[in-house]
């Protein structure tokens, strides 16, 4: 199965601070890889698919970009309600797997 | 409304077997795939199984294939997943998503896309 890792871990930012978050793919991926939000108690939210494509809805700070084994998901200005756990999802082949999640927590 | 419902969950013992459903609303159900998604507490998200369409075609993440079962019922707009077998290892909040399974023109590719989620159903094994 391919591994799915992302760095940070999790990390303290404020309030309109922009944002990256990185996931690395064990094996080329191409460009299938989404991007989730979890808040607590909640289920996750699809943000980006494709790499890159925004969708429906989604606030345009959010931005992705990525091919291969590297993609980042960027917040270009954090808002307060943004405040979660972000997940990577590779889509390139089975079993699907996600990166570990990376909780962005207030500064 | 465009809407997933999960239910069947609940405490069983290891060896057990228990059947989730996911009832879904205000779409057309037979156009698109669906996923479970797991969720051990306090940990991050595993993909778990998905399943065409016609239910013609579904895969599985290893460590519930032979134990786990996908399936659905178009008619009555109804996403399944029987679990036997089950180890305190399946303990989780299970969700059900929608995956329209976008084409790019540009790539030539189509892309998982769970738009839709429902809001989990509890799975504790345990004796």
């Known amino acids: 199965a391919i591994q799915m890792t992302q760095s940070p871990s999790s990390l303290s930012a404020s309030v309109g601070d922009r944002v990256t978050i990185t996931c690395r793919a064990s094996?080329?991926?191409?460009?299938?890889l989404g991007w989730y939000q979890q808040k607590p108690g909640r289920a996750p939210k699809l943000l980006i698919y494709?790499?890159?494509t925004l969708q429906t809805g989604v606030p345009s700070r959010f931005s992705g970009s990525g091919s291969g084994t590297s993609f980042t998901l960027t917040i270009s200005s954090l808002q307060p309600e943004d405040f979660a756990t972000y997940y990577c999802?590779?889509?390139?082949?089975?079993?699907?797997?996600f990166g570990q999640g990376t909780k962005v927590e207030i500064k | 409304e465009v809407q997933l419902v999960e239910s069947g969950g609940g405490l069983v013992q290891p060896g057990g077997s228990l059947r989730l459903s996911c009832t879904a609303s205000?779409?057309?159900?037979?156009?698109?795939?669906m996923t479970w998604v797991r969720q051990a507490p306090g940990k991050g998200l595993e993909w778990v199984a998905n399943?065409?369409?016609?239910?013609?075609?579904?895969y599985y993440v290893d460590s519930v294939k032979g134990r786990f079962t996908i399936s659905r019922d178009n008619a009555k707009r109804s996403l399944y997943l029987q679990m036997n077998g089950l180890r305190v290892e399946d303990t989780a909040v299970y969700f059900c998503?929608?995956?329209?399974?976008?084409?790019?023109?540009?790539?030539?590719?189509?892309?998982?896309?769970?738009?839709?989620w429902g809001q989990g159903t509890l799975v504790t094994v345990s004796s």
């Open positions: 998503a929608r995956d329209p399974s976008y084409y790019d023109d540009d790539s030539g590719y189509y892309y998982d896309a769970f738009d839709i």
């Open positions: 205000g779409f057309i159900f037979s156009n698109y795939w």
């Open positions: 399943i065409r369409e016609d239910g013609g075609l579904n």
């Open positions: 094996q080329g991926i191409r460009t299938d």
């Open positions: 494709g790499a890159s």
């Open positions: 999802l590779q889509d390139y082949n089975y079993p699907r797997t």
